[in-house]
């Protein structure tokens, strides 16, 4: 079965860093592109960062690049959001998802069960 | 970016009525689209991907149709525990997006 285990939010002042962190088991973690995706208090889904199997490959939604990384250790079936610069409108619930199909780039097949994020003065 | 725009935004039936969920995206996508479900307070499950493929485990009376810009979730016999918010998502291009959500209340 897969599991993916989201930790690491807090609560955080304006400006300031949070890291994310996913424990992946159940499949064969390098095999996967993983992905961030949040959603604001009240708000919809939105996609943040995705990240290849082998971690050479990222992409950044434009709301978050410069200021957030996306990285992942295969050998601790780890994946991780380092974020900076951290604003108000970047409060959300972020979850850690897997995509669907080994080496490719579609849907989510699999979500951790988030992990709240709040900036503020 | 690509837009998706789901209707209604809301809806309420019964239990062991057909609902129909639509979605449309701003250009072409082809079959890229997912549907998803989420409950309050929980993760998104995924339903459907490809436009009309059943995820595994999830009912079979969910399915979706539709190609290029106009798609449709239909519940055939809504069941109470089908109550949440459903969400499509294109992954043709990047940035990914998602439509801004039905919720269905029973």
């Known amino acids: 079965e897969v599991q993916l285990l989201d930790s690491g939010g807090g609560l955080v002042q304006t400006g300031g860093s949070l890291r994310l962190s996913c424990v992946a088991s159940?499949?064969?973690?390098?095999?996967?592109?993983m992905a961030w995706v949040r959603q604001a208090p009240g708000k919809g889904l939105a996609w943040v960062s995705s990240i290849s199997g082998s971690g050479g490959a990222t992409f950044y939604a434009d709301s978050v690049r410069g200021r957030f990384t996306i990285s992942r250790d295969n050998s601790k079936n780890t994946l991780s959001l380092h974020m900076d610069s951290l604003r108000a409108e970047d409060t959300a619930v972020y979850y850690c998802?897997?995509?669907?199909?080994?080496?490719?780039?579609?849907?989510?097949?699999?979500w951790g069960q988030g992990a709240l994020v709040t900036v503020s003065s | 970016d690509i837009q998706m725009t789901q209707s209604p935004s809301s809806l309420s039936a019964s239990v062991g009525d057909r609902i129909t969920i639509t979605c449309r995206a701003s250009q072409g996508i082809i079959d890229y689209l997912a549907w998803y479900q989420q409950k309050p307070g929980k993760a998104p499950k995924s339903l459907i991907y490809d436009a009309s493929t059943l995820q595994t485990g999830a009912p079979s009376r969910f399915s979706g149709s539709g190609s290029g810009t106009d798609f449709t979730l239909t519940v055939s016999g809504l069941q109470p525990e089908d109550f949440g918010t459903y969400y499509c998502q294109q992954y043709k291009n990047y940035p990914f997006t998602f439509g801004g959500g039905t919720k269905v209340e029973i």
């Open positions: 159940g499949f064969t973690f390098y095999n996967y592109a």
């Open positions: 998802a897997k995509y669907s199909r080994s080496g490719s780039y579609y849907d989510f097949a699999s």
